[in-house]
């Protein structure tokens, strides 16, 4: 009954988020992200929240997060309520890890990185499978675990809105994940769902390379019985050296107040929608008002794309 009660939405309104992490400037990347999430929250009258996903201090460089926040809101976006910190939420994570804990759901696990990889049979895509060895108790050598998710043998499927079926078999290609690492940070994994879950998002809009997050994450929506939210997989812009467009591959596709017009029509344009070229040099808050008018989830297209930036 619990159960039933939670997994009814509670109300019809789209709730939906951006959640880039603080480690560089704004990308062209990234903006499609925040576009793309934006626009489907905000063109059915849904709420769009913010979150930054600070949860690994090394990889965080000091004033991105203002940066990026100055210059969203100067690109004419706006979030509904106080922007959401996951440096502030450690406790919440551990208050989720104790109760899947208390459901015999996690183990601890102490196997080193070289342990599992000499015993899992087939390296996946993601790494090495997990092979299960701290099941029935850590047995590695030593002293510091981490926390690892049970997964049982079972396909994960659904409907992404963008990209249709999608399924994995989270026992075969990924195995137990963690949730805890052994330097004491809480994993992405964790940390997303229970973000997502507090804040009743009920639209997940990002780039296709969380693709094969995905599964995982709806199988902890499922340990801690909550219905998981609608997602939306956006192609991703790769550079003509055919790499991802992001901060890691250099200055080409920085987002900045100069060329935030063009780069809002560049993001449009990107993501199938036909803005007029008139618009090419209007106000980022016109650009955005064309998107929430005309705003088509149907021609988004499906295939990671290059893009050329003179
Ligand atoms: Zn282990």
């Not at 342990?115 to 092979?131: D, K, N, R, T, V």
């Not at 004491?184 to 879950?197: N, W």
Request: aromatic share 10%.
């Amino acid at each position: 009954m619990d159960n039933l009660l939670k997994s009814l939405k509670p109300t019809n309104r789209v709730v939906g988020r951006f959640a880039p992490s603080p480690t560089g400037p704004l990308h062209f990347g990234t903006l499609l992200a925040a576009l793309g999430s934006y626009l489907l929250a905000k063109c059915s009258g849904g709420h769009w929240f913010l979150r930054i996903e600070d949860l690994d201090p090394p990889r965080v460089i000091p004033g991105s997060a203002d940066a990026m926040l100055i210059l969203l809101g100067q690109l004419g976006f706006e979030w509904d309520g106080e922007v959401a910190y996951q440096s502030n939420r450690y406790e919440r994570y551990q208050q989720i890890l104790e109760q899947l804990r208390s459901h015999g759901q996690v183990f601890d696990c102490s196997c080193t990185r070289r342990e599992i990889l000499a015993s899992a049979p087939h390296p996946g895509e993601e790494g090495p499978i997990y092979p299960g060895t701290c099941r029935g108790g850590a047995r590695g050598s030593r002293p510091e675990c981490a926390v690892r998710l049970r997964v049982p043998d079972k396909t994960i499927q659904y409907c992404d809105r963008i990209l249709g079926e999608q399924q994995q078999n989270l026992g075969k290609e990924i195995g137990d994940f963690v949730l805890h690492r052994v330097d004491g940070l809480f994993a992405y994994q964790l940390a997303v769902v229970v973000d997502d879950i507090d804040a009743g998002i009920t639209q997940v809009v990002r780039g296709a390379d969380l693709l094969s997050s995905t599964p995982r994450q709806i199988y902890l929506y499922q340990c801690l019985g909550v219905v998981s939210p609608d997602y939306f997989h956006l192609p991703l812009a790769f550079g003509y050296n055919g790499k991802k467009l992001s901060k890691r591959n250099g200055d080409i596709g920085l987002v900045t107040v100069e060329n935030g017009s063009n780069m809002l029509w560049r993001a449009l344009e990107f993501l199938g929608q036909s803005p007029p070229e008139e618009l090419f040099n209007a106000t980022p808050s016109k650009l955005l008002c064309w998107g929430l008018e005309n705003f088509q989830v149907a021609t988004i297209p499906t295939k990671n794309r290059q893009v050329k930036f003179k």
